[in-house]
Nanobody, 122 residues
Framework: QVQLVESGGGLVQAGGSLRLSCAAS????????MGWFRQAPGKEREFVAA????????YYADSVVGRFTISRDNAKNTLYLQMNSLKPEDTAVYYC???????????????WGQGTQVTVSS
């Protein structure tokens, strides 16, 4: 089992950057594929990015390709999401998740953090 805590959200102007972190407890972090999802008000939770347990494979939603970068540091039990060139439509609560494989669906992940709010002003 793994527990996840996100941080790094906040208010930023369009074009700005933020880096989200997801701290994981437990010794098994390195055995999990990890993902970032987001949910805007009135919308379903959507896939943002995923990374394999080694970090060798990374996947992104089309809407964030070239702007967001997912990474992980298994020695620090931490997942990251570097977000550049932010747009107002990126405004959402961002969640990290752990699962057995790098899936695009939220039901492929077993463990979730509580979320961190990202607000991008125009």
């Amino acid at each position: 089992q793994v527990q996840l805590v996100e941080s790094g959200g906040g208010l930023v102007q369009a074009g700005g950057s933020l880096r989200l972190s997801c701290a994981a407890s437990g010794r098994t972090f390195r055995s999990y594929a990890m993902g970032w999802f987001r949910q805007a008000p009135g919308k379903e939770r959507e896939f943002v990015a995923a990374i394999s347990w080694t970090g060798g494979n990374r996947y992104y939603a089309d809407s964030v390709v070239g702007r967001f970068t997912i990474s992980r540091d298994n020695a620090k039990n931490t997942l990251y999401l570097q977000m550049n060139s932010l747009k107002p439509e990126d405004t959402a609560v961002y969640y990290c998740a752990a699962g057995g494989r790098t899936g695009y669906r939220h039901d492929e992940y077993n463990y979730w953090g509580q979320g961190t709010q990202v607000t991008v002003s125009s």
